[in-house]
């Protein structure tokens, strides 16, 4: 051990194929992850929408699936769904997703001025045409903001996932590194998850501008 | 754009400008409307009957709690009578889809509501857009509504809304409002959020619009003065949402029809027959106007001409009113110096009331009021004495009232 270099180069070397495999795994966790916990989430917040009394126990709900460990989510889930199964890990995985996103959306939604809306009723939109050509634009910084967040968050966790056989990167943090004693693995496993999530959230922000022009002429007003 | 390349563009708009062929207002009645809340027992608005000419201003004024905005909204069904029906150009309100309906109805309202993530030119296709127009017809309609509200289409069409100030964001929301052509506006204390001096000129510019549009406009106002100001006949509204009096400005401060009408006009209706005149119904004084650098003496001498003025009024080269230089200022026989001009009133438009006027010149040293056009050019100026002549006289106001067809 003693004579052990702190990373071997010559392993990432090796490697590289099965860290790109690993590496494609894990984005396509985290975008299944976030895209259902989108949908999901939206789909809510418009039922919340038309009946308000909801908000409370459908939050509450997302609430309490949030504050769940993952390690007790994915022991409970594993005698149903399966080990190695990555329905096992999309459905722990979006069940976080839905309270930061969920929060978000509507707080989109109810960030919308009131006179935008009223002068949209006044006009002649419909409802459906409301939502969709004032409401949502208005709405997408902040909801952009919420995917943002969910995104790095489960980048995060979709390494723990590795303890029921997938994990992307995750894989060789705790397959290799830690049941085998090889630091390079875990380095690898770790630092690639964190520059993914950084990558994940300056991506969302180039987004953000790019999709509201309006909002950062704004902020230059200001 | 550089300056005098915008220059280009807006005479280029000017010399391009069609004249406006919109179709006028049309004829907007109620008959026995009555708006109950839930259960309420008491009704919100009162079996209201009344009827709004084609191409008049109708302002509908009252305490809160009138009912007076419920009443506008019923135009446009934002919200529903409970009983009764409305009627524009003859048709009931409730034989189209809501939405329909809404479509051809302006519709204006006191925080703009502007869509802030639309260009100052998409948001006024919103409606043209909803109705399906093509997009050659929109582009063009969009260019003639910003030359008519007074922005230069090149300057402000791919602005956000954000980038506008108050005042140019109300004059975009009447653009909206007017973009499909609709007979009927309908306006919510559309002034109510700019401040004094501001207002009468947004005011002063929207009657001037309505000269060339001729619109049947519903126009709700807690304010007395913007109500004598603007409307060629008010509706009085009292708690409850009954109809106090319905006629003439004019009328209704010489003839008040009840009580609560003569305390909600005020006591001072003598003074507020000053907002029935306007600037324009005075003889104005052709002022001695200098410029900064031109020599004391021809300043001095055209001044003793005039007869009794004090002051000479310092312009710009563009004709706009600087200052005023007192006469002991142009002793000396050197050329005139713009750091011995004091500040003078805010100017006024011919379309200012004599009682916005008034106040205005009251609030500065020197008692005369310069009167400008739309572009701020010197036309003329207003005594305090011209105004106090006025008051002694019948007002005399020409008769604005459209003849229905």
């Known amino acids: 051990m003693n004579d052990e270099p702190f990373i071997r180069w010559d392993w990432i070397v090796d490697n590289l194929d099965e860290i790109g495999r690993r590496l494609g795994e894990h984005v396509l966790l985290t975008v299944i992850a976030v895209g259902i916990g989108f949908l999901i989430s939206f789909g809510l917040a418009l039922l919340i929408r038309r009946y308000r009394r909801l908000e409370a126990p459908i939050v509450g709900v997302g609430g309490i699936l949030y504050s769940i460990p993952s390690l007790a989510l994915f022991a409970m889930l594993v005698p149903i769904t399966g080990i190695q199964n990555p329905l096992t890990a999309e459905i722990a995985l979006v069940s976080y997703t839905i309270l930061i996103l969920l929060r978000n959306i509507l707080a989109g939604f109810d960030g919308v001025p009131r006179d935008v809306l009223e002068a949209a009723d006044g006009m002649g939109f419909t409802r459906t045409q409301r939502l969709w050509r004032v409401e949502l634009p208005i709405a997408l910084p902040v909801m952009v903001a919420g995917l943002r967040v969910a995104t790095v968050t489960i980048v995060g966790l979709v390494t723990v996932t590795a303890l029921i056989g997938l994990g992307g990167l995750g894989y060789f943090i705790v397959d290799v590194g830690y049941r085998r004693f090889f630091l390079t693995a875990t380095i690898v496993g770790s630092v690639g998850a964190v520059l993914l999530a950084i990558f994940a959230d300056r991506g969302f922000v180039l987004l953000q501008r790019a999709l509201t022009p309006w909002a950062a002429r704004r902020r230059a007003a200001d | ?405």
């Open chain 2, 1 to 405: 754009m550089p300056r005098h390349v915008a220059i280009i563009e807006r005479a280029k708009g000017g010399l391009y400008h069609r004249p406006m062929q919109d179709a006028a207002g049309a004829v907007v009645a109620f008959e026995h409307v009555t708006k109950r809340y839930g259960n309420a027992d008491a009704p919100a608005v009162d079996d209201l009957t009344f009827t709004i000419r084609a191409g008049e201003i109708c302002v509908l004024v009252g305490p809160s709690g009138s009912g007076k905005t419920t009443t506008m909204k019923m135009v446009n069904r934002l919200i529903e009578p409970t009983s009764g029906r409305i009627t524009i150009g003859g048709r009931d309100v409730m034989s189209l889809p809501a939405v329909q309906l809404r479509r051809r109805i302006g519709y204006v309202i006191q925080q703009v509501g502007l869509f802030p993530h639309l260009t100052i030119g998409e948001n006024v296709a919103v409606v043209p857009r909803l109705l399906g127009w093509k997009p050659g017809r929109i582009a063009e309609r969009v260019e003639e509504l910003l030359d008519l509200v007074g922005l230069d289409p090149a300057t402000f069409k791919d602005r956000y809304p954000s980038e506008l100030s108050g005042g140019e964001r109300q004059r975009v929301g009447v653009a909206r409002a007017l973009a499909a052509d609709p007979p009927v506006m309908l306006m919510d204390e559309p002034f109510g959020a700019v401040d004094p001096i501001r207002r009468d000129r947004l005011q002063n510019e929207f009657l001037r619009l309505q000269e060339k549009v001729r619109k049947t406009i519903v126009f709700v106002t807690h304010d007395v003065d913007e109500a004598i100001k603007m409307a060629d006949r008010i509706a009085i509204l009292q708690r409850g949402g009954v109809l106090a009096q319905y006629d003439t400005p004019e009328a209704i401060l010489a003839n008040p029809a009840s009580d609560f009408v003569e305390r909600f006009v005020g006591a001072d209706r003598g003074l507020k027959r000053l907002s029935l005149a306007r600037v324009r119904d005075l003889a104005l004084v052709e002022p001695v106007t200098v410029r900064a650098g031109e020599p004391v003496a021809d300043a001095r001498r055209r001044l003793d001409a005039a007869g009794d003025l004090r002051y000479a009024l310092l312009v710009d080269d563009r004709e706009r009113p600087v200052g005023w230089i007192d006469r002991r200022d142009l002793e000396h026989d050197g050329k005139v110096d713009p750091a011995t001009a004091v500040p003078g009133p805010q100017p006024v438009q011919p379309e200012t009331t004599l009682r916005d006027a008034l106040s205005v010149m009251l609030a500065s040293s020197v008692q005369l009021g310069v009167v400008v056009d739309e572009r701020d050019r010197v036309l003329g100026l207003v005594s305090v004495d011209a105004i106090s002549e006025a008051l002694r006289e019948p007002p005399a106001r020409e008769d604005r009232t459209v003849a229905a067809t």
